[in-house]
Every structure is written in structure tokens, then in C-alpha cells.
Antibody, heavy 129, light 109 residues
Framework: EVQLVQSGGGLVKPGGSLRLSCAAS????????MSWVRQAPGKGLEWVGR??????????DYAAPVKGRFTISRDDSKNTLYLQMNSLKTEDTAVYYC????????????????????WGQGTLVTVSS | QSVLTQPPSASGTPGQRVTISCSGS????????VNWYQQLPGTAPKLLIY???QRPSGVPDRFSGSKSGTSASLAISGLQSEDEADYYC??????????FGGGTKLTVL
């Protein structure tokens, strides 16, 4: 059974830092591309960023609102994904979800296609003075 | 403002068929697959439809998806009370971002 168990989160002052963790089990974590998605209170889903598998370069991409402040990393030896959040702003207040990305090869287009297949339980980050 | 446009709400009575639309552009829906997620109250989102119209194992065939051009739709037939949830469409955008719709709150009357 696939499980993504999140930890970290809590209350932090504007300008502060916080690190979230996501422990994976039930699949080959080292082969997986992983993403973070957040949801502000009463709002919709917003993609935060992703990290590719080391086999695919291990590179990261970030959404514009967090670029330069947030860093996604992974420790494949611990099957764990991280989100380091620095210079936090009040608008970063949200429930943060880690997700794994499923994929398949689209022969028609010659490209791999992706989707968020499994999600963590979410962890609340509150940025407030 | 979300990049993908969904109606904020939809409703239906038990047994009815309901559709939820999702409108995007050539850089997202027009050139990439659409995925749909169901979020029951107080829970994490769950994959409902991937690759425009594919259901993961365990998702009832009452749920179906389609895509045409820069728009996509989610249809739910034989509506049940447990379908009351928020529904989100998502697609990869060629500007190197995942984009979501603003979500549609489905009410079963």
C-alpha cells in the first residue's frame, strides 16, 4: 500500500523558516518524481514545485510565488521528500500536500505524461505574527 | 485567479447526471493531458481521472472525463450523496508549471 506520511508544519512568524517532510512507502521512491501542492484556507489547489528522480537529473521546478524562497529536496536513502521554506509570508499560510507523480508513455505524442497519483495527508503551515 | 476556469458550483439530485467544465489554453489543456481530482470535506485530494478519460483502479465507472481542444469535462452519472465534494481539474502548462482550476463544489440535493 502506498503511503505518504507528512510531518513538520505549525505556526511561524513572517520572515521565518520551516521544513516539511514527507516519508514515502509502498513504491520505489527513488524512481518517482514528487511534487508539493498547497491549499490556502477555503481556497483551491496551487502547485508549489517538483523534483525529478535522480535518474532523470534530480532537477527542480518552482511556481513563481515561491521561487527563490522554497527549496525541494529528497533523500532517497530515507525515502523522504523535503520542502524547506524560507522568508515566509502571510500568504504562504496553507495546508501543504506532498504528492507522487504517476506517469505513462504516450506513443502518439512520443512524450511521457504525468499526473498526481498519491497524496499525503497534508500539514498546516500558519504564517502569522 | 486560477489559470484553468471551472464553475464555482454545481448541483444535482440523486441519480442525475452532472457535468463540470474546465477551460484552459493552448499552452496547457490544448497541448497536455487533463487530470481530475476529488476532494471530500476535510481530506486530501484523490486522483479521479487521468489522461483526459482514464479511471484509476477503484474509481467507479459513473465518473468519466473528456477533452476537446482547450476544454475538458468531468461527468458524473447516477449521482450519489457520497459524490458531494470539491472537484479540481489540472494540467501541465508548457511554461513549466502545473496549473489547477479553481475547483467546483458539487452539492447533491
Amino acid at each position: 500500500e502506498v503511503q505518504l506520511v507528512q510531518s513538520g508544519g505549525g505556526l511561524v512568524k513572517p520572515g521565518g523558516s520551516l521544513r516539511l517532510s514527507c516519508a514515502a512507502s509502498g513504491f520505489t521512491f527513488s524512481n518517482a518524481w514528487m511534487s508539493w501542492v498547497r491549499q490556502a484556507p477555503g481556497k483551491g489547489l496551487e502547485w508549489v514545485g517538483r523534483i525529478k528522480s535522480k535518474t532523470d537529473g534530480g532537477t527542480t521546478d518552482y511556481a513563481a510565488p515561491v521561487k527563490g524562497r522554497f527549496t525541494i529536496s529528497r533523500d532517497d536513502s530515507k525515502n523522504t521528500l523535503y520542502l524547506q521554506m524560507n522568508s515566509l509570508k502571510t500568504e504562504d499560510t496553507a495546508v501543504y500536500y506532498c504528492t507522487s507523480q504517476g506517469s505513462y508513455y504516450d506513443f502518439w505524442s512520443g512524450q511521457y505524461r504525468y499526473y498526481f497519483d498519491f497524496w499525503g495527508q497534508g500539514t498546516l503551515v500558519t504564517v502569522s505574527s | 485567479q486560477s489559470v484553468l476556469t471551472q464553475p464555482p458550483s454545481a448541483s444535482g439530485t440523486p441519480g442525475q447526471r452532472v457535468t463540470i467544465s474546465c477551460s484552459g489554453s493552448s499552452s496547457n489543456i490544448g497541448s497536455n493531458i487533463v487530470n481530475w481530482y476529488q476532494q471530500l470535506p476535510g481530506t486530501a485530494p484523490k486522483l479521479l481521472i487521468y489522461s483526459n478519460n482514464q479511471r484509476p483502479s477503484g474509481v467507479p465507472d459513473r465518473f468519466s472525463g473528456s477533452k476537446s481542444g482547450t476544454s475538458a469535462s468531468l461527468a458524473i452519472s447516477g449521482l450519489q450523496s457520497e459524490d458531494e465534494a470539491d472537484y479540481y481539474c489540472a494540467a501541465w502548462d508548457d511554461s513549466l508549471n502545473w496549473v489547477f482550476g479553481g475547483g467546483t463544489k458539487l452539492t447533491v440535493l
